[in-house]
């Protein structure tokens, strides 16, 4: 097996071009490396990549199949592809739908976290509750006032007992980390708070998922959610306010036009108006991250923190036999 690793232009180191079949966002000396024999199978995650896979695709002349995980949002580019509950995608015959993202915690970076950080937190005392704060993202407001109300409903819903450990993320804006860090700030013996940013070597996230007792997880953070929810111990939901911004508006104005709630599914599907605005390239299929809420909150691996932590523990079923078996599928194996 040849592993041959992708190097984008400096100008698309965050940059998105538009999708099509190309190695021209790639650094040169990358691009030039990628020749024949092509591979059978790719597995593509995001714009960049896909795009490099649906030119080895041409290149190939067809025989290599692309998987694409994630947003099908150019489906009929791709021979499968595997996309979560929270992706508004219609059924087609390319596209196998999975209930949870396909996020496998990694359990040796979390166990040697808890190693390292033992003796900084097993003297806390105890339950030990981890508060995992994201940051604003579409349609959610996470910011000062909503930080004030995340401690106030913490406080309410552990009743004092133990320590609260707040760790903030990359979205983490600096209104709310300075909300946390006033409300933190009146209660040392009992609370801790880590501030995200770029150079932090001390970051106690990976051991907060090892030796914390109980979680308190921001709704707008889909890794967090999901890598909690696989630690079979209690998890609380902070549902984080509605935002005001254009983009959040549009969202929320927009999404009982172009979806409806489907009983059967017990998910919003996309209307037929909706896919065709899709194939027309006028719209992208969008998110709902609720999707995922309602799934932790209705299987009891969660609740929302006004009510308490969940009591039903238990590992999340990944589905990762029907993904797999739907890629063998093209394969033909």
Same mark, same amino acid.
């Given at each position: 097996?040849?592993?041959?690793?992708?190097?984008?232009?400096?100008?698309?180191?965050?940059?998105?071009?538009?999708?099509?079949?190309?190695?021209?966002?790639?650094?040169?000396?990358?691009?030039?490396?990628?020749?024949? +024999?092509?591979?059978?199978?790719?597995?593509?995650?995001?714009?960049?990549? &896909?795009?490099? &896979?649906?030119?080895?695709?041409?290149?190939?002349?067809?025989?290599?199949?692309?998987?694409?995980?994630?947003?099908?949002?150019?489906?009929?580019?791709?021979?499968?592809?595997?996309?979560?509950?929270?992706?508004?995608? +219609?059924?087609?015959?390319?596209?196998?739908?999975?209930?949870? +993202?396909?996020?496998?915690?990694?359990?040796?970076?979390?166990? %040697?976290?808890?190693?390292?950080? %033992?003796?900084?937190?097993?003297?806390?005392?105890?339950?030990?509750?981890?508060?995992?704060?994201?940051?604003?993202?579409?349609?959610?407001?996470?910011?000062?006032?909503?930080?004030?109300?995340?401690?106030?409903?913490?406080?309410?819903?552990?009743?004092?007992?133990?320590?609260?450990?707040?760790?903030?993320?990359?979205?983490?804006?600096? %209104?709310?980390?300075?909300?946390?860090?006033?409300?933190?700030?009146?209660?040392?013996?009992?609370?801790?708070?880590?501030?995200?940013?770029?150079? &932090?070597?001390?970051?106690?996230?990976?051991?907060?998922?090892?030796?914390?007792?109980?979680?308190?997880?921001?709704?707008?953070?889909?890794?967090?959610?999901?890598?909690?929810?696989?630690?079979?111990?209690?998890? %609380?939901?902070?549902?984080?306010?509605?935002?005001?911004?254009?983009?959040?508006?549009?969202?929320?104005?927009?999404?009982?036009?172009?979806?409806?709630?489907?009983?059967?599914?017990?998910?919003?599907?996309?209307? &037929?108006?909706?896919?065709?605005?899709?194939?027309?390239?006028?719209?992208?299929?969008?998110?709902?991250?609720?999707?995922?809420?309602?799934?932790?909150?209705?299987?009891?691996?969660?609740?929302?923190?006004?009510?308490?932590?969940?009591?039903?523990?238990?590992?999340?079923?990944?589905?990762?036999?029907?993904?797999?078996?739907?890629?063998?599928?093209?394969?033909?194996?």
């Amino acid at each position: 097996m040849q592993e041959k690793a992708l190097a984008f232009k400096p100008a698309y180191d965050q940059g998105k071009p538009w999708l099509r079949a190309s190695f021209s966002h790639l650094q040169s000396e990358v691009a030039e490396a990628l020749v024949p +024999p092509w591979p059978d199978l790719i597995l593509a995650i995001g714009r960049r990549p &896909a795009m490099v &896979a649906l030119e080895i695709k041409r290149r190939s002349q067809g025989k290599s199949k692309i998987v694409l995980l994630g947003r099908p949002r150019h489906r009929h580019h791709f021979d499968l592809v595997i996309t979560p509950a929270h992706f508004l995608a +219609p059924e087609s015959e390319n596209v196998c739908r999975v209930p949870w +993202p396909l996020m496998v915690p990694d359990e040796a970076s979390i166990e %040697a976290a808890g190693r390292a950080w %033992a003796s900084r937190l097993n003297h806390l005392k105890r339950p030990l509750t981890a508060v995992l704060v994201g940051g604003a993202t579409v349609p959610y407001a996470l910011g000062a006032r909503a930080g004030d109300q995340l401690v106030e409903q913490v406080r309410l819903a552990t009743r004092g007992e133990g320590t609260l450990y707040f760790c903030t993320s990359r979205r983490s804006g600096q %209104a709310l980390r300075d909300a946390l860090q006033s409300k933190v700030s009146q209660r040392p013996d009992s609370e801790r708070l880590f501030e995200w940013m770029p150079d &932090a070597k001390d970051n106690p996230y990976h051991a907060l998922l090892a030796l914390a007792d109980r979680f308190v997880v921001t709704g707008d953070s889909l890794s967090m959610m999901l890598e909690v929810a696989q630690r079979s111990k209690p998890l %609380a939901l902070y549902i984080p306010p509605l935002g005001f911004r254009p983009r959040s508006l549009l969202a929320r104005l927009s999404r009982s036009v172009l979806y409806g709630w489907h009983d059967r599914t017990q998910r919003f599907e996309p209307r &037929a108006m909706t896919n065709a605005l899709f194939y027309a390239g006028v719209i992208h299929y969008a998110r709902d991250l609720g999707a995922i809420h309602r799934q932790l909150l209705t299987s009891g691996r969660a609740e929302l923190l006004a009510s308490g932590f969940a009591s039903r523990l238990g590992a999340l079923n990944l589905e990762l036999d029907k993904a797999a078996g739907r890629v063998s599928e093209l394969l033909d194996v």
